[in-house]
Protein backbone atom coordinates (compact mmCIF):
# COMPACT_ATOMS: atom_id res chain seq x y z
CA UNK A 1 0.00 0.00 0.00
CA UNK A 2 3.17 2.50 0.86
CA UNK A 3 4.33 1.58 -2.57
CA UNK A 4 1.08 2.31 -4.61
CA UNK A 5 1.03 5.85 -2.17
CA UNK A 6 4.52 6.81 -3.29
CA UNK A 7 3.82 5.97 -6.96
CA UNK A 8 0.29 8.22 -7.08
CA UNK A 9 2.57 10.76 -5.52
CA UNK A 10 5.03 11.31 -8.24
CA UNK A 11 4.79 13.45 -10.91
CA UNK A 12 3.35 12.06 -14.21
CA UNK A 13 6.76 13.72 -16.21
CA UNK A 14 8.64 11.31 -14.21
CA UNK A 15 6.16 8.07 -14.50
CA UNK A 16 5.80 8.57 -18.35
CA UNK A 17 10.21 8.75 -18.94
CA UNK A 18 11.49 6.61 -21.52
CA UNK A 19 14.77 5.05 -21.58
CA UNK A 20 17.04 6.88 -23.58
CA UNK A 21 17.82 4.91 -26.96
CA UNK A 22 22.06 4.14 -27.84
CA UNK A 23 23.57 4.04 -30.98
CA UNK A 24 27.19 4.03 -31.54
CA UNK A 25 28.33 6.82 -29.65
CA UNK A 26 25.11 8.69 -30.31
CA UNK A 27 22.45 9.08 -26.95
CA UNK A 28 18.66 10.15 -27.66
CA UNK A 29 16.43 10.83 -24.72
CA UNK A 30 12.91 10.37 -25.15
CA UNK A 31 11.23 13.21 -27.00
CA UNK A 32 14.53 14.54 -28.76
CA UNK A 33 16.69 14.14 -31.47
CA UNK A 34 20.59 13.31 -31.63
CA UNK A 35 23.08 12.79 -34.31
CA UNK A 36 26.51 11.50 -34.08
CA UNK A 37 28.12 8.76 -35.38
CA UNK A 38 28.95 4.54 -35.08
CA UNK A 39 33.07 4.38 -34.92
CA UNK A 40 34.47 1.93 -36.81
CA UNK A 41 37.74 1.01 -35.39
CA UNK A 42 40.86 0.38 -37.79
CA UNK A 43 41.55 -3.27 -38.47
CA UNK A 44 43.75 -4.56 -41.17
CA UNK A 45 42.84 -1.64 -42.82
CA UNK A 46 42.33 2.22 -42.02
CA UNK A 47 39.06 2.95 -39.76
CA UNK A 48 36.18 4.98 -40.43
CA UNK A 49 32.58 6.53 -38.77
CA UNK A 50 28.91 6.17 -39.66
CA UNK A 51 27.22 9.44 -39.19
CA UNK A 52 23.68 8.72 -37.61
CA UNK A 53 20.60 10.45 -36.16
CA UNK A 54 18.49 9.17 -33.78
CA UNK A 55 14.55 10.31 -33.00
CA UNK A 56 13.65 9.23 -29.95
CA UNK A 57 10.16 9.32 -29.60
CA UNK A 58 8.71 10.64 -26.30
CA UNK A 59 6.44 7.81 -26.35
CA UNK A 60 7.18 3.86 -26.89
CA UNK A 61 6.44 2.02 -30.46
CA UNK A 62 8.82 0.03 -32.90
CA UNK A 63 12.00 1.18 -33.96
CA UNK A 64 12.71 1.69 -37.56
CA UNK A 65 16.06 2.45 -39.58
CA UNK A 66 16.44 4.22 -42.77
CA UNK A 67 19.91 3.26 -44.49
CA UNK A 68 21.64 5.62 -46.94
CA UNK A 69 24.61 5.37 -48.68
CA UNK A 70 25.18 1.60 -48.45
CA UNK A 71 26.80 2.76 -52.18
CA UNK A 72 28.23 5.48 -51.56
CA UNK A 73 27.57 7.30 -54.94
CA UNK A 74 24.05 6.89 -54.61
CA UNK A 75 23.05 10.30 -53.74
CA UNK A 76 19.20 10.26 -53.72
CA UNK A 77 19.07 8.23 -50.47
CA UNK A 78 21.52 10.56 -48.66
CA UNK A 79 19.42 13.58 -49.70
CA UNK A 80 16.15 11.99 -49.05
CA UNK A 81 16.87 11.89 -45.26
CA UNK A 82 18.26 15.50 -45.50
CA UNK A 83 14.63 16.32 -46.64
CA UNK A 84 13.40 13.84 -43.79
CA UNK A 85 14.59 15.36 -40.89
CA UNK A 86 12.81 18.59 -40.49
CA UNK A 87 9.06 16.64 -40.96
CA UNK A 88 10.05 13.89 -37.93
CA UNK A 89 8.56 15.44 -34.68
CA UNK A 90 10.29 13.63 -31.56
CA UNK A 91 7.72 15.21 -29.27
CA UNK A 92 4.76 13.56 -31.34
CA UNK A 93 6.09 10.48 -32.62
CA UNK A 94 5.86 7.12 -30.99
CA UNK A 95 8.33 5.34 -31.49
CA UNK A 96 12.50 5.14 -32.58
CA UNK A 97 13.39 6.92 -36.12
CA UNK A 98 17.09 5.85 -36.56
CA UNK A 99 19.15 7.35 -39.60
CA UNK A 100 22.20 6.07 -41.06
CA UNK A 101 23.02 9.24 -43.26
CA UNK A 102 26.04 7.23 -45.56
CA UNK A 103 26.40 3.92 -44.49
CA UNK A 104 29.73 3.69 -46.44
CA UNK A 105 31.76 6.67 -45.83
CA UNK A 106 34.65 5.50 -47.90
CA UNK A 107 32.32 4.91 -51.40
CA UNK A 108 31.08 8.23 -50.54
CA UNK A 109 34.19 10.34 -49.94
CA UNK A 110 35.96 8.96 -52.91
CA UNK A 111 32.88 8.73 -55.02
CA UNK A 112 33.54 5.19 -55.92
CA UNK A 113 30.71 3.05 -57.79
CA UNK A 114 29.47 -0.50 -55.89
CA UNK A 115 33.00 -1.21 -54.34
CA UNK A 116 35.09 0.61 -51.53
CA UNK A 117 38.01 2.44 -52.48
CA UNK A 118 39.80 0.52 -49.57
CA UNK A 119 39.38 -3.08 -49.95
CA UNK A 120 37.78 -3.66 -53.29
CA UNK A 121 34.48 -4.92 -51.58
CA UNK A 122 31.00 -4.13 -52.27
CA UNK A 123 28.81 -3.31 -48.99
CA UNK A 124 26.11 -4.08 -49.79
CA UNK A 125 27.63 -8.34 -50.06
CA UNK A 126 29.87 -7.80 -46.81
CA UNK A 127 26.47 -8.89 -44.57
CA UNK A 128 26.72 -9.50 -41.51
CA UNK A 129 30.37 -8.39 -41.54
CA UNK A 130 33.13 -9.79 -39.15
CA UNK A 131 34.52 -7.41 -36.25
CA UNK A 132 38.10 -8.21 -37.71
CA UNK A 133 37.70 -7.79 -41.23
CA UNK A 134 38.17 -5.55 -43.78
CA UNK A 135 36.67 -2.27 -44.10
CA UNK A 136 33.64 -3.10 -46.02
CA UNK A 137 33.18 -6.05 -43.68
CA UNK A 138 33.47 -4.04 -40.24
CA UNK A 139 31.03 -1.38 -41.10
CA UNK A 140 28.79 -4.31 -42.01
CA UNK A 141 29.18 -5.88 -38.78
CA UNK A 142 28.97 -2.25 -37.05
CA UNK A 143 25.04 -1.96 -39.30
CA UNK A 144 24.22 -5.46 -38.01
CA UNK A 145 25.05 -5.05 -34.38
CA UNK A 146 24.20 -1.30 -33.78
CA UNK A 147 21.30 -0.88 -36.25
CA UNK A 148 19.86 -4.08 -37.31
CA UNK A 149 20.03 -6.18 -34.16
CA UNK A 150 18.37 -2.70 -32.38
CA UNK A 151 15.35 -1.96 -34.82
CA UNK A 152 12.10 -3.70 -36.13
CA UNK A 153 11.93 -2.81 -39.01
CA UNK A 154 14.79 -1.89 -41.95
CA UNK A 155 14.53 0.18 -44.83
CA UNK A 156 17.44 -0.01 -47.23
CA UNK A 157 17.76 2.50 -49.65
CA UNK A 158 19.44 2.57 -53.06
CA UNK A 159 19.11 4.20 -56.29
CA UNK A 160 20.90 4.31 -59.76
CA UNK A 161 24.60 4.43 -58.86
CA UNK A 162 26.63 6.42 -60.80
CA UNK A 163 26.76 4.54 -63.67
CA UNK A 164 23.13 3.63 -63.51
CA UNK A 165 19.94 5.37 -64.35
CA UNK A 166 17.23 3.37 -63.00
CA UNK A 167 13.19 3.38 -62.68
CA UNK A 168 11.86 3.62 -59.07
CA UNK A 169 10.73 0.37 -57.90
CA UNK A 170 10.92 -1.84 -54.24
CA UNK A 171 11.65 -5.73 -54.02
CA UNK A 172 9.04 -7.54 -51.90
CA UNK A 173 11.25 -10.44 -51.10
CA UNK A 174 9.34 -13.42 -50.01
CA UNK A 175 10.87 -15.68 -47.34
CA UNK A 176 8.31 -18.34 -46.71
CA UNK A 177 7.83 -16.49 -43.09
CA UNK A 178 4.52 -15.38 -43.42
CA UNK A 179 5.33 -12.99 -40.64
CA UNK A 180 8.15 -11.02 -42.06
CA UNK A 181 6.94 -11.49 -45.36
CA UNK A 182 3.70 -9.41 -44.88
CA UNK A 183 5.68 -6.98 -42.71
CA UNK A 184 7.80 -6.05 -45.88
CA UNK A 185 4.78 -6.44 -48.16
CA UNK A 186 3.59 -3.58 -45.94
CA UNK A 187 6.62 -1.41 -46.33
CA UNK A 188 6.59 -1.74 -49.72
CA UNK A 189 3.05 -0.62 -50.52
CA UNK A 190 3.42 2.20 -47.95
CA UNK A 191 6.39 3.55 -50.44
CA UNK A 192 3.84 4.02 -53.04
CA UNK A 193 6.22 3.51 -56.08
CA UNK A 194 4.06 2.05 -59.06
CA UNK A 195 6.61 -0.99 -60.08
CA UNK A 196 6.98 -3.50 -57.19
CA UNK A 197 9.43 -6.80 -57.65
CA UNK A 198 8.11 -9.79 -55.95
CA UNK A 199 11.03 -11.75 -55.42
CA UNK A 200 10.18 -15.52 -54.93
CA UNK A 201 12.22 -16.60 -57.82
CA UNK A 202 15.65 -16.87 -56.48
CA UNK A 203 17.55 -20.14 -55.77
CA UNK A 204 17.05 -20.97 -52.01
CA UNK A 205 19.19 -22.98 -49.45
CA UNK A 206 17.39 -24.04 -46.02
CA UNK A 207 14.45 -21.59 -47.54
CA UNK A 208 16.62 -18.50 -47.34
CA UNK A 209 17.20 -17.08 -51.62
CA UNK A 210 20.58 -17.60 -52.14
CA UNK A 211 22.01 -14.86 -53.31
CA UNK A 212 20.56 -12.63 -50.24
CA UNK A 213 23.14 -14.40 -47.90
CA UNK A 214 25.33 -11.15 -47.44
CA UNK A 215 22.57 -8.64 -48.05
CA UNK A 216 21.86 -6.54 -44.99
CA UNK A 217 18.29 -7.39 -45.79
CA UNK A 218 19.12 -10.91 -45.36
CA UNK A 219 20.95 -9.99 -42.31
CA UNK A 220 17.49 -7.98 -40.94
CA UNK A 221 14.96 -11.40 -41.73
CA UNK A 222 17.59 -13.67 -40.34
CA UNK A 223 16.88 -11.97 -36.88
CA UNK A 224 13.13 -11.39 -37.55
CA UNK A 225 12.39 -8.27 -38.53
CA UNK A 226 10.52 -7.09 -41.45
CA UNK A 227 12.74 -5.73 -44.14
CA UNK A 228 12.26 -3.59 -47.26
CA UNK A 229 14.41 -2.25 -50.40
CA UNK A 230 13.41 0.17 -52.24
CA UNK A 231 15.36 1.61 -55.01
CA UNK A 232 15.42 5.05 -56.65
CA UNK A 233 14.77 3.06 -59.94
CA UNK A 234 15.37 -0.45 -62.11
CA UNK A 235 17.26 -3.82 -61.83
CA UNK A 236 20.80 -4.41 -61.28
CA UNK A 237 22.78 -7.17 -60.66
CA UNK A 238 24.98 -4.89 -58.22
CA UNK A 239 21.87 -3.49 -56.43
ZN1 LIG B 1 22.90 0.43 -54.34
Not at 10 to 31: D, I, K, M, N, Y
Not at 211 to 234: A, F, K, L
Request: with cysteine; aromatic share 8%.
Amino acid sequence: MRILVLILLLPSSVLAQREAFTVGTVVAQAGRVASGTIEVPAGPDEGTQIPISIFHGRNPGPVIAFVAGTHGYEYAPILALQTMRSRIDPQSLAGTVIFVHVANMPSFLKRTVYYSPIDGKNLNRSFPGRKDGTSSERIAHALTTEIIAKSDYVIDIHCGDGNESLRPYSYWINTGNSRIDEAGRQLALAFGLDHIVVDRGRPTRFGIPVEYRDHPRQTGIDRGIGVSWPVGSGIHPQD
